[in-house]
């Protein structure tokens, strides 16, 4: 069982990325999902959430300019990040509750993406 981020990168300040994640083996179900980030000298904050039905929940610093969405179709998990800013630069993680055959419902984080803003 794993978790899998994919789509960060360099961009100018205003720009926009997307960031995606997808769970993998043998998962029966999904719970929360979410996106974290970890600047340079400080602490993993939470970015957004999403719940199994759809809920959302944002940072402040992200509301407005950030949307987080779900396909349990296909178990990922995606941010799109516009109107990006330097502060916006950071590792993203991506995290899950998963529930599956071999280990029932775990935490688990993805592998962390670096997105930089440049000014």
């Known amino acids: 069982v794993q978790l899998q981020a994919s789509g960060g990168g360099l961009v100018q300040a205003g720009g926009s990325l997307r960031l995606s994640c997808a769970a993998s083996?043998?998962?029966?179900?999904?719970?929360?999902m979410g996106w974290y980030r970890q600047a340079p000298g400080k602490q993993r904050e939470l970015v957004a959430a999403i719940t199994s039905g759809g809920s959302t929940n944002y940072a402040d610093s992200v509301k407005g300019r950030f949307t987080i969405s779900r396909d349990n179709a296909k178990s990922t998990v995606a941010l799109q990040m516009n109107s990006l800013k330097p502060e916006d630069t950071a590792v993203y993680y991506c995290?899950?509750?998963?529930?599956?055959?071999?280990?029932?419902?775990?935490?688990?984080w993805g592998q962390g993406t670096l997105v930089t803003v440049s000014s």
């Open positions: 995290n899950a509750y998963l529930f599956s055959a071999v280990v029932g419902l775990r935490n688990y």
């Open positions: 083996g043998g998962i029966f179900s999904i719970g929360d």
